[in-house]
């Protein structure tokens, strides 16, 4: 989820109809987003009414707006989160699929405990879209209860849920059983590298020794992203020195340049010597 400067939501000098009338034009981009997140972080009563005023709308756009501001008011703050809760959780019965799908983000955003029950329902859903939405819900809210949801998601047919739902877990480690750590293992074998990497990490995060063959192997593929280097570095096991120099050594400058503080801190990790 895009997501703008503290300075840009701070200083952005048009008024909260300009900000609107400008998300309203530019729906599928970041500057929508930017938006949203300068009106989330005025948090005041003026912006809860107006978030409340376009879930009313009979335009579907408009809802969509009201429905991504009342997921992120105050955001590092929360504000009004009674009134932004039940709200979005009533907007899950609205008739536009693109609605549903906002409500759903907005509630992983409040991550209330009425609005992560009332999502639940929804993970079976049809739409790929809904699915994924719910996947991110419930990877940041590390509920116990949300698990067999997590542990299905992380089989979908769609790669970005199957990515979230496996970062779920991988960021919250305390979600730990023999069912979680098997679904980890299954999508180290994924088609996509981000989503094997989040797999390896929610392994050696759990300090499972079985994780480090596996390590090897995605270390010897072209890096997808510094997960799997991370992952090396935490499992502790100095053996995996030599693959991590061989990865290295294989990059070229770019990716060097990219990859070079995680290396470094991995090396150290496993009492090597950085390159």
């Known amino acids: 989820m895009h997501k703008s400067s503290k300075l840009s ?3 952005d000098p048009r008024s909260d109809e300009e900000l609107v009338a400008a998300a309203l034009s530019r729906m599928e981009s970041d500057e929508h987003m930017d938006v949203v997140w300068v009106l989330a972080a005025r948090a005041s009563r003026p912006q809860l009414d107006l978030a409340l ?3 009313d709308s009979p ?3 408009e809802r969509r707006l009201g429905a991504a501001i009342l997921g992120r008011l105050g955001y590092d703050v929360p504000a009004f989160l009674d009134e932004s809760v039940a709200r ?3 907007l899950l019965q609205d008739p536009a699929h ?3 799908v906002d409500a759903i983000y907005g509630l992983g955003h409040r991550g209330d405990e009425r609005g992560q029950d009332a999502i639940q329902p929804f993970h079976e859903h049809p739409s790929p879209d809904v699915r994924c939405a719910v996947a991110y819900a ?3 809210g590390g509920r116990a209860k949300d698990v067999p949801a997590l542990l299905a998601l992380s089989r979908d047919a769609d790669a970005e849920t199957r990515d979230w739902a496996t970062f779920g877990f991988r960021a919250c480690p305390e979600l730990d059983s023999p069912e979680v750590r098997a679904a980890l293992f299954a999508r180290t074998e994924d088609e996509v590298g981000e989503i094997r990497g989040e797999a390896l990490l929610g392994l050696a995060t759990r300090e499972d ?10 270390l010897a593929r072209p890096l997808a992203g510094d997960w ?3 992952a090396a570095g935490l499992t502790g096991d100095p053996s995996l020195l030599s693959d991590l120099r061989a990865a290295w050594q294989r990059l070229e400058e770019e990716d060097r340049a990219r990859f070079d503080g995680t290396f470094r801190e991995a090396i150290q990790a496993l009492g090597g010597t950085p390159p």
């Open 9 to 11: 939501r701070a200083e």
């Open 53 to 55: 005023r376009l879930v």
């Open 59 to 61: 335009v579907v756009a």
């Open 88 to 90: 979005l959780i009533g």
């Open 98 to 100: 693109e609605v549903l």
């Open 138 to 140: 419930y990877s940041i």
């Open 209 to 218: 020794s079985r994780v480090v063959p596996l390590i090897r192997r995605e």
């Open 228 to 230: 799997v280097i991370e």
